[in-house]
Every structure is written in structure tokens, then in C-alpha cells.
Nanobody, 124 residues
């Protein structure tokens, strides 16, 4: 069973940084690909970043490429999203998700388990 809990959200000014964490309390974390998605008010959920099972392959949405970095620590059963150069348009609820395969995808329908989300607010 996978249970995901996000943390690290908050309010920052444009140009600032935040580091999101997503911890899994289950026993099979290392066998799952992981992804981060976000949903802004009035908008559909969108893909942000994803990482394969061993952390060697990463994927990013064009809108965050070069600013955000996804990583994972399988020993700690945690995936991270380091967000630098934040912009007001990054404001959203960020959720992590687990996909029951070694490699991730960019569609939310491909993911099997979801965290509850953490709010990120970026002011100009």
C-alpha cells in the first residue's frame, strides 16, 4: 500500500525558492515511478515533473524546465521537488503521485496513488 504525504508548501515572493517533499509510508516506494502535478484555481491539473524508479531519469514540463528539480531518496522513501525562480503563475496546489511502473508518464490518469496536496503561493 502506498500512502503519500506532501510537505514544504508555503508563501514566497517571486524569485524565491521552496522545496516540496513527498513521503511514502508504504514498503514498495522504490518500485514506483513518481510525479508531481499542480492545479491552480479554475484550471485543470497539469504535469510538473516526474522521475523513474532509481532517480536516473527525469522529465519536466516546459514551463518549469531549468527552474525546478525533481529527485528521490529511496532509502527515505521520499521524493522532492526543488523549486527555484518561482513565478506568480506557479501558484497552485502541488500533489505528488505514484505510478506502479518503473518509468513515469505525464498524464495524471496513469498514476495510481495521490497525496493530499500542498499549497504554493507566489506573490509578485
Amino acid at each position: 500500500q502506498v500512502q503519500l504525504v506532501e510537505s514544504g508548501g508555503g508563501s514566497v515572493q517571486a524569485g524565491g525558492s521552496l522545496r516540496l517533499s513527498c513521503a511514502d509510508s508504504g514498503r514498495t516506494f522504490s518500485t514506483y515511478a513518481m510525479g508531481w502535478f499542480r492545479q491552480a484555481p479554475g484550471k485543470e491539473r497539469e504535469f510538473v515533473a516526474a522521475i523513474n524508479w532509481n532517480g536516473r531519469t527525469t522529465y519536466y514540463a516546459d514551463s518549469v524546465k531549468g527552474r525546478f528539480t525533481i529527485s528521490r531518496d529511496n532509502a527515505k522513501k521520499t521524493v522532492y521537488l526543488q523549486m527555484n525562480g518561482l513565478k506568480p503563475e506557479d501558484t497552485a496546489v502541488y500533489s505528488c503521485a505514484a505510478k506502479g511502473t518503473l518509468y513515469p508518464g505525464s498524464y495524471s490518469r496513469d498514476y495510481d496513488y495521490w497525496g493530499q496536496g500542498t499549497q504554493v503561493a507566489v506573490s509578485s
